[in-house]
């Protein structure tokens, strides 16, 4: 018989669900973060109890559990200097004229919406090991960040 004849399941076309990716380095947390990736497991531990016979479901939340379990197990809270900027650090600063305040935070916390920048990004980078009233350069430019305020985000 031809191939052309076979019938073939709805699952051949469906794309491969993959593992979700771990960021790459250190797996830095600041205490809300490690607190935030403690409910993430037993939030989804919850829903796994309560699915009922849907293997899609079960599997996407098992893969999630997977990820988060792993993050939450290899989770490193870092000490914060309290005069320099650093994981961990709230940072008030000047850019291109204008004040901002951010918070360098680990990647699964991060939340550039709310303030809070993964502490591998570039402007946590340049704004790393700098203490309030120093500058460096961003975007091309020298002096372009000038650190007003630095502290930790927890006491």
Not at 3 to 31: I, M, Q, S, W, Y
Not at 58 to 76: G, M, P, Q, V
Not at 104 to 123: C, K, N, Y
């Amino acid at each position: 018989m031809s191939v052309a004849f076979r019938r073939e399941d709805d699952d051949e076309h469906k794309e491969p669900r993959f593992e979700l990716p771990l960021p790459p380095g250190p797996n830095l947390v600041t205490r809300r973060g490690l607190a935030a990736m403690a409910g993430q497991v037993a939030r989804l531990e919850a829903e796994l109890a309560a699915v009922k016979d849907d293997a899609e479901r079960t599997t996407a939340i098992k893969r999630d559990l997977r990820y988060w379990r792993t993050r939450h197990s290899t989770a490193e809270i870092a000490p914060v200097p309290e005069d320099e900027v650093a994981f961990g650090s709230r940072v008030t600063y000047r850019l291109n004229g204008q004040v901002k305040t951010i918070e360098l935070v680990g990647s699964d916390e991060a939340d550039p919406a709310a303030g809070r920048i993964p502490f591998t990004a570039p402007l946590a980078v340049a704004l790393t090991g700098l203490m309030a009233g120093e500058t460096a350069g961003f975007g091309g430019r020298a002096d372009a960040i000038e650190v007003i305020e630095t502290g930790p985000i927890e006491p």
